[in-house]
C-alpha cells in the first residue's frame, strides 16, 4: 500500500463516515424511515478487505449494514443514499431500503436482514464461481454475532468440504446489538471457530486499515488461488448504537473512550501526516470536499428524485413475461 | 406415448435438463451416489458427476441457501428436500432469500431454483413424516407452488421450471412415485400455472390437487353409478391458483367440494372457497364444502391414521349430500 493509495483511501474512509452521519441527521429529520444501522467505527473491515480484493469483480454480500460496502464495490453513493430514501431512483427502486441495497451490476448481491443469512448464499455463489470456472472469489461479511448461527456452521462445512472460493469476513465488534460477546458467545476468538473445519484462519486489527489490507491480502490470495475458503476476523468497535432505535445504554463508557482513541480515521490520518504525506490543511480540505459532495450532489439527487409509482406495487414479485409459466407446448389452458 | 413411473418421469426431466445446459445440477441428501431416496436422480451421479450431482451434508437450511446463492449467479440448481417435514429447516432460506430477492432488489437479482420434495402421508409414518406443506408454500409471495398428480406432469412440470426465472416448488408425494401414467415421447413442458380439466361434467366440481386428483376421480366414479356427472379439475398450480378455471367450472355445475388431504384451516380449500365467493358466488346452488383431513398431528396407528385422512367414500358422501341424495 503506497502513499497515493493511503491518501485515496483516507478520502474514501472520510466520505463514509460523512455519509453515515449524513444518514443520522436526514433519519432524524424524518428523511429516512426504518431502521437504520450506521457504520462509524468499522470502515477499515469493509474498505481495506475490498482493496486487497477486487472490487466489482469478486461478488460480495452482507447483512443490514451494508451502504459502505456497496458503495466501495462501486454503487453510487447518489442511488445508494436515494434507496434510503425510499426514491425509485434508489439502487433497489425504493422496495429495499438500508437494510437491502442492492447493486448487481457491480456485483454487489445484497444485504440481508436475517443474521447469518447470507452464510450460505456466499457460498453457493462461490460454487457457482467454481462451476463456471471464473477466477473471481465470494466474500461474506458478516458481524460476530451472526457466529452463532447455525448457518454459519453448515456453511463453513460445505465450503470447506466443497473447496468453495469464499471469504467469510466476521467484523467483531463485540456486541450483537446489546448482548456482547461473552454472554452470548463460548469462544471469544472468532477466527479459532473456522478450525473446527480445517478453514484456515486469522485475526486482524479492524481498526488499522493498513493491518487489515494485509491481512485481507493473504485471505483473498489464499481462496483466489484455489485453495478454498478463508476466514478473517477484523477486530472492531461500532461507535453508534446498533440501529437508530437503540439507545446504546449497555455499553460501558471506559470501553467506549477506549476504542475511540483507536478510531480507524484518525488513525489513517495520523500515519499519513506522521510521514509527512498530509498536512492538517489538507485533511480539512478533504473532508469540506467530502462534505461537499455529500451536501450539494447526493442529498439533493435524493430529496429530488421521484416517488415508486404505486401502479408498480405488484412488479418485481415474479419474473415478467417467463415463457415457462405457460409453454407453447402442452397443458391444457 | 410410453408408460413410465412418476419417479422415472421426474429423473428423465432431470437427466435432459442437465444434459441440455451444464449449468443445471441437482443437491440433496442422498441423491447421488445413492441416487435419491425415490430413485429421482438415480444414475445422474455416474453421469455427471460429483460437481453437479452433490450429496450434502444434513444441513437442509444450509444447502438449500447455498442452492440459492448459486442461483443468483445464474445456475439452475434442482434442490432434493429428502422430505417436506425438513422443508422447516429450509424455510427462512426458502422465505426471506428466494422468494424475496427479486423484489427488495428492485428487479435486479433473481433465485431461479427448483426445490422439489415428497410431501403428503405414506403409511404409519408418524406425526413427525407425514406434514402436507403446501398450505404453507402457497402463503408466500415470490414463489411458486406446484403439484403435479401424474408422471406427465411431474416430467413437464420440473422441465419448465427448471427454465423458470422464478423460483418453483414442486410438491410431490410419498406414495405416488411408483404410480404410472403416459409421458409423451417427445420433450414436454407443462404450464406451471393454471389447472385441468380431468374429467368433465355438469353436476358438480370436485377440486383436487395432487393425490387427491386421484380420490375425486373414484368418487366421481362412484357417482357415475348413481347418475351424478361430477367435473374434476386438478389444480396442480398451488400458487398462483387459477382464479379463471375455478371460476369456470364453478359457473357450469353450480356446486363445489375441495379435497385436500391437509388440515382444512389456512389451506387449499380455505382458499379456493374465497376464489369463489370474490369470483362466482352468484353462480351457486349450494354453499361449498371442503372434504380435508382432521386437525390432528397424524397418528402412527393405522386405524387412527386412516381416519384422520379424507378418502374417496367422503367425497361421495359429500357430494350426495350436496345434491340431496
Ligand atoms: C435471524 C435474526 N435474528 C435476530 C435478528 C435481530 N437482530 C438484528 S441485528 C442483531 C445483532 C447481530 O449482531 P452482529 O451479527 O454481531 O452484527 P452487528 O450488528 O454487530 O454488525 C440481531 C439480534 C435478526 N435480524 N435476524
Ligand atoms: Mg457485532
Known sequence: ?333 | MAEMMYWEAVRRAHDEEMARDPLVICMGEDVGVVGGTYKATSGLYDKYGPERVIDTPIAEGGYTGLGIGASFLGVRPIIELMSVNFAWLAMDQIFNSAAKVRYMSGGQLEAPVVIRSPGGCAHQLGAQHSARMEKVFMGIAGLRVVTPSNPRQAYGMLKSAVRCNDPVFINEHELMYNMKGEVPDEEYFHPLEGSEVTRQGKDITLFGYNISVHWCLEAADELAKEGIEAEVIDLYSLSPLDRAGIAASVSKTHRAIIVEEAEAPVGVGAEVMAIINEACFFELDAAPVRVSARNVPIPFNRTLEKAALPNPAEVVAAARRMLGR
Open chain 1, 1 to 333: 500500500m503506497n502513499t497515493d493509495d493511503k491518501k485515496r483511501l483516507l478520502r474514501e474512509m472520510l466520505f463514509a463516515r460523512r455519509f453515515e452521519e449524513r444518514c443520522y441527521e436526514a433519519y432524524m429529520e424524518r428523511k429516512i424511515g426504518g431502521f437504520l444501522h450506521l457504520y462509524p467505527g468499522q470502515e477499515a473491515c469493509a474498505l481495506g478487505v475490498m482493496e486487497a480484493a477486487r472490487p466489482g469483480h469478486d461478488y460480495v454480500i452482507t447483512g443490514y449494514r451494508d451502504h459502505i460496502h456497496a458503495i466501495k464495490c462501486g454503487a453510487d453513493p447518489k442511488a445508494v443514499m436515494a434507496e434510503l430514501f425510499a426514491k425509485e431512483s434508489g439502487c433497489s427502486k425504493g422496495r429495499g431500503g438500508s437494510m437491502h441495497i442492492f447493486d448487481t451490476a457491480h456485483r454487489f448481491m445484497g444485504g440481508y436482514a436475517l443474521v447469518g443469512g447470507p452464510f450460505p448464499l456466499a457460498a453457493g455463489m462461490a460454487k457457482a464461481i467454481q462451476l463456471k470456472g471464473g477466477d473471481e472469489i465470494a466474500i461474506c461479511f458478516l458481524g460476530d454475532a451472526a457466529n452463532n448461527q447455525g448457518s454459519y456452521h453448515e456453511s463453513l462445512n460445505m465450503a470447506a468440504l466443497w473447496k468453495l472460493p469464499v471469504l467469510y469476513i466476521t467484523e467483531n465488534n463485540l456486541y450483537g446489538i446489546g448482548t456482547r460477546i461473552d454472554r452470548s458467545t463460548a469462544v471469544k476468538d472468532q477466527y479459532k471457530r473456522a478450525c473446527s473445519y480445517g478453514i484456515p484462519a486469522e485475526q486482524a486489527d479492524g481498526q488499522d486499515i493498513e493491518a487489515v489490507y494485509h491481512a485481507a491480502k493473504v485471505a483473498v490470495d489464499h481462496v483466489r488461488s484455489g485453495k478454498g475458503p478463508y476466514l478473517l476476523e477484523l477486530l472492531t468497535y461500532r461507535y453508534r448504537g446498533h440501529s437508530m432505535s437503540d439507545a446504546n445504554a449497555y455499553r460501558c463508557k471506559d470501553e467506549e473512550k477506549e476504542w475511540g482513541k483507536r478510531d480507524p480515521l484518525i488513525i489513517l490520518r495520523d500515519q499519513l501526516i506522521a510521514a509527512g504525506a498530509i498536512g492538517e490543511d489538507d485533511y480539512h480540505a478533504i473532508d469540506k470536499a467530502v462534505i461537499d459532495e455529500i451536501e450539494q450532489e447526493i442529498i439533493p439527487f435524493s430529496e429530488n428524485a421521484p416517488e415508486p409509482d404505486v401502479a408498480e406495487l405488484e412488479r418485481y414479485v415474479l419474473a415478467e413475461n417467463d415463457p415457462w409459466v405457460r409453454p407453447a407446448a402442452g397443458g391444457q389452458q
